[in-house]
């Protein structure tokens, strides 16, 4: 997220209402993809030993785009409310810095 490869995408409109999460076109990019489903899947990342549960120092949560125009049929943008859950907005809607 730091690095803009990742970020928030809206709200699944299932039970629990998960957050979702999406790439961006300056990951692909960076990467040479021309599309997501370029990407390794987990396995061949596991035995490549390139995935870690460990959270790099000083890793920061930059606050959503807004973006919806990407938003799946199944989604609903992010709002205040949301981001505050996220623990990205202080109560009251000021960006935690």
Known sequence: MEAGFVRFRGRRRTPGR?????????????????????????????GAGLLSGRIPPGFQIPLPLNDDEDLADDEDPLDA??????GLLTPGGKHDE
């Open 81 to 86: 409310a949301d981001l505050e859950d996220l």
């Open 18 to 46: 998960p957050v979702t999460m999406g790439t961006t076109r300056a990951f692909l990019d960076h990467f040479g993809l021309e599309d997501i489903r370029d990407l390794p899947g987990l396995e061949e990342l596991r």
